[in-house]
């Protein structure tokens, strides 16, 4: 038996103290290299194979192979929001502690999972130990850590109070995902529905009818409207599939794109605001967004005229970013936040009114976190009770595509028995 076959790898990485440290080792492959250097108290972060042992590197040419492979690993490596969530909350939770951040940060990489996100929190790390600010070392990494995160963190600490902060930011983060799911829970139902029922209808116009139909042809008798119809929706499905996918598939990126371009963005989103009951459900939906994120950076610190400009990017309908920011300019120019909310009509009179009476008494972050809570519960809400409705009309709808085929079948067969018997 021969030896394995060893690699040199160079590597960079923190020790124990969190300092870089970097050098030159040899092992089986890059997993090993990793066990090896974790044994020594080193964490990894950048990872390159020189050559394997007893081979020579061709003139000029670098042996990257192995670090092409790292990079396509990482090309499709996520990280969730719940991760992000859960590690703002084990931070506030040690630093709240007396834990000092750069060990707080040491501590948390070692047991994060996602080898991304441990890469990241490794160089955060790093730029801590450096003397960075925390904001700082995590506006270095947008991918992951969004602008609204950033300012907070840079507000909690200029305050001095990042623990109380990274707390806030926790509990924003579990109600967005925890609205998000229950909204997704609430539509898997109904999307299933719909696509069991579109293919057994699909089924049965490339299966059955065309067997049936088949007989009606051989008769040579006139059929009625609706039959001719199944047949010719039947020989386009059977026939032409092949075609029909690629073109849905491009009519579906045709309208994607549209919807994301200058012109049609505003015309989608203001259909949007306007659709019957899913318009209004749009509309709940960015308001609890806009109030909570509004009342979380308003409490962190952050001043109003940037926390409106960055709620403004994140409420997610232009129609609306257009009315946040006419209210970003008129409180520049002395006036009040609900007066341009009020004026605009896009915003529902309960929440102006409940906005201006928070500003009116001090109390503007208390009542944007009570509109938040209560358009949550009303969005919960009317979910429940547009999934009620959708179930028994995806019943309907599935219903009546068989009732459709099943009559347009049994019509002429009914006619040819009549005509047989005569």
Not at 273 to 293: D, E, N, Q, W, Y
Request: proline letters at 4%; charged letters at 20%.
């Amino acid at each position: 038996m021969g030896c394995a076959l060893m690699a040199v790898f160079a590597y960079k990485g923190l020790d124990g103290r969190g300092k870089a440290v970097a050098g030159v080792r040899e092992a089986e492959g890059a997993k090993a290299l990793r066990v090896l250097l974790r044994k020594d108290g080193v964490f990894l972060t950048e990872l390159r194979e020189e050559a394997a042992r007893g081979q020579k590197k061709a003139p000029g040419v670098e042996a990257k192979g192995l670090q092409r492979e790292v990079d396509l690993a990482k090309y499709f490596e996520r990280i969730k929001v719940g991760e992000i969530a859960v590690f703002t909350r084990q931070l506030a939770t040690l630093l709240k502690a007396g834990i000092p951040l750069a060990e707080a940060m040491a501590a948390l990489a070692e047991q994060v999972e996602n080898p991304k996100f441990r890469r990241i929190l490794g160089d955060i790390r790093q730029q801590i130990n450096e003397g960075g600010s925390l904001a700082g070392a995590l506006g270095k990494h947008p991918e992951v850590f969004e602008t609204l995160y950033v300012n907070m963190v840079s507000a909690g600490e200029a305050a001095g109070n990042l623990d109380a902060v990274l707390t806030r930011l926790a509990d924003f983060q579990d109600a967005q995902i925890s609205l998000k799911n229950k909204v997704s829970a609430a539509m898997t139902y109904p999307v299933i529905m719909v696509v069991i029922g579109a293919g057994i209808i699909s089924l049965l116009m490339v299966t059955v009818v065309p067997n049936l139909t088949r007989i009606f042809a051989d008769t040579g008798q006139a059929l009625p409207w609706n039959t001719q119809l199944l047949i010719f929706m039947s020989s386009l499905v059977a026939d032409w599939w092949f075609l029909l996918l690629p073109a849905i598939g491009f009519g579906v990126f045709m309208f994607r794109r549209w919807k994301g371009s200058i012109g049609g963005k505003p015309s989608w989103d203001a259909f949007a605001l306007r659709m019957p009951v899913f318009g209004s459900l749009t509309r709940m939906i960015a308001v609890s967004r806009f109030s909570k994120t509004l009342g979380t950076m308003l409490q962190s610190g952050v001043p109003i005229l940037r926390a409106l400009e960055i709620v403004r990017a994140i409420v997610g309908n232009v129609v609306l970013e257009k009315v946040i920011e006419d209210a970003r300019v008129a409180i520049q120019e002395g006036e009040s936040l609900a007066a341009p909310l009020k004026k605009s009509k896009q915003f529902p009179p309960l929440v102006t009114h409940m906005i201006a009476v928070g500003e009116r008494s001090g109390q503007l972050e208390t009542m944007l976190e009570n509109v938040a809570m209560a358009y949550d519960r009303e969005v919960e809400l009317k979910v429940t009770k547009m999934t009620a409705l959708l179930e028994p009309m995806m019943i309907l709808f599935m219903g009546g595509g068989i009732g459709f085929i099943v009559w347009s079948i049994l019509g002429p067969i009914m006619e040819m028995n009549n005509w047989v018997g005569q």
